[in-house]
C-alpha cells in the first residue's frame, strides 16, 4: 500500500522529532533522518551497524535547495542537476555549513541528492529540509527494493517505514565527484556512464575494475548470505552442476544467453536481458535464493555498458572476500 498524505505528513513530524523514516527511492529504499539533527544521523549509523567514517547522502527536495547544502556548485555540478534531478545521480560538492561533520563521516564533501520517487520527494516536501539517508539495510548486505524487505532486516529499529511500492530502477545511484578537475564516477548506478558523457560532451572517468585485489581492500558489500561465485556466462549451467554434485545448494542466475537450458540447481532465476529489469531485480533475486536455503550462488557478469556497468559493480562486491572478524 502506498503511503498516504497523512503517512507523510507523519513521517515529516517523526524526522522533526528526531526518529528514523524508512523511505522509498527510485533506486532502493533509504534509512531516513533530519541531515541536521547529528544525534539522528548517529542513530542510522548504529541501527545499520557501519562504521561512522562512512558518508551520507544528503537528500533534498529540488536543485533550487542545492546552494544551502554545497559551498561551492560547479558549473557541471549544476548542468548534471538540472539533466538527471529528480534521478538516480548524486553529486559529490563541498560541504556546505548545515551539513555536520556526522553527516559525512568527518570528510569536507558532501553527498547530495534529489531523488526521483513521488513518495521520497513528497515527505521531502513537507519535511522541508534535507534528510540523510542510506541504503535502509544492515552494512554489508543486500539494500532494499520493498518496504517488505525494510521491515524484515530492520524491523522495531526505525520508527516508521514509509511503503512506495518496488523500486523502479533498483541499484543505487550513480556518484559523481564534481569537486576536482573533472567530474568522475565513484560508484556506477542507475544513471549510466552513457548519459554523463552525452550531457557532458566528453568522456568521463570510472573506478578500475580489472585491477587485481590486494584481499582486504575489496571487501564484500551488497552481499547476500549464501556465498557468490562468478562464472563466464557459457559455463553458469556446467558450474552450477559441478558444485550442486559436490553437495551445494545452489541458486543459479541463468544468463540470458542460456534462457530455458535445462540445469540442475537447487534454485534457478532466470536473468531478464533488458539490464533495466535486470537492475531492477537484482537484489531481489539476491534475497530470494537466501531465502530459499542456497548456500552458493552462481552468477555471471552482464556487458559492461549502460546499466551493465552498475550491475557488474554490485555482483563484483558481492562475490568479493568476507570480512573475517
Ligand atoms: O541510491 C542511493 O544512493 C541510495 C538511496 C537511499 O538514495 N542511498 C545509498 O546510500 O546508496 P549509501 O549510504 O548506502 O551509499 C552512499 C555512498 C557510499 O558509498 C559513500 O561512500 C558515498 O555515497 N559518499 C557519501 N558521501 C560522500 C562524499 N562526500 N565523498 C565520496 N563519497 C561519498
Ligand atoms: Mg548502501
Known amino acids: ?43 542510522t549509523f548504529q541501527v545499520k551497524g557501519r562504521p561512522p567514517s562512512h558518508p551520507l ?43 555536520p561533520l556526522e553527516a559525512t563521516g568527518g570528510l569536507e564533501t558532501v553527498a547530495v541528492r534529489v531523488p526521483g520517487h513521488p513518495v521520497a520527494l513528497a515527505l521531502l516536501s513537507a519535511f522541508g529540509g ?26 522495531d529499529a526505525v520508527d516508521l517505514v ?5 523500486c523502479d530502477v533498483g541499484v ?25 558523457e552525452a550531457v557532458l560532451g566528453r568522456p568521463i572517468t570510472v573506478p578500475s575494475t580489472s585491477r587485481v585485489r590486494v584481499p582486504g581492500q575489496h571487501p564484500s558489500h551488497y552481499a547476500p548470505r549464501a556465498r557468490v561465485v562468478l562464472v563466464e556466462p557459457g559455463k553458469a549451467v556446467a558450474e552450477t552442476e559441478r558444485a550442486q554434485g559436490l553437495g551445494h545448494r545452489v541458486g543459479v542466475l541463468l544468463p540470458p544467453s542460456l ?15 533488458s539490464t533495466a529489469a535486470y537492475a531492477r531485480g537484482l537484489y531481489g533475486y539476491l534475497r530470494e535464493l537466501d531465502r530459499r536455503g542456497c548456500d552458493l550462488i552462481i552468477a ?4 559492461e555498458e549502460g546499466l551493465g556497468l552498475a550491475i557488474a559493480n554490485r555482483l563484483r562486491r558481492a562475490a568479493g572476500p568476507r570480512p573475517t572478524a
Open 57 to 99: 547522502i544528503v537528500h533534498i527536495a529540488g536543485a533550487e535547495h542545492l546552494h544551502d547544502w554545497a559551498e561551492d556548485v560547479p558549473a557541471t555540478a549544476r548542468l548534471l542537476a538540472e539533466h538527471f534531478w529528480p534521478g538516480p545521480l548524486t553529486l559529490v560538492l563541498r560541504r556546505g555549513r548545515r551539513v
Open 130 to 155: 534535507g534528510v540523510t539517508a542510506p541504503s535502509a539495510n544492515r552494512f554489508g548486505s543486500v539494500s532494499p527494493t520493498t518496504a517488505e524487505h525494510v521491515r524484515a532486516e530492520l524491523g
Open 162 to 166: 514509509l511503503d512506495g511500492g518496488p
Open 1 to 43: 500500500m502506498t503511503a498516504s498524505t497523512r503517512d507523510i505528513e507523519k513521517a515529516a513530524e517523526v524526522l522533526r522529532a528526531g526518529g528514523l523514516v524508512a523511505l522509498p527511492t527510485e533506486t532502493v529504499y533509504g534509512l531516513g533522518a533530519n541531515a541536521e539533527d547529528p544525534a539522528a544521523v548517529s542513530r
Open 300 to 303: 555471471s557478469l552482464p556487458q
Open 259 to 273: 534462457a530455458g537450458a535445462p540445469v540442475a540447481a537447487h534454485a534457478v532465476i532466470p536473468v531478464p536481458a
Open 172 to 196: 543505487e545511484s550513480t556518484i559523481v565527484d564534481t569537486t576536482g578537475d573533472a567530474p568522475s564516477i565513484l560508484r556506477p548506478g542507475g544513471v549510466t556512464r552513457e548519459d554523463l
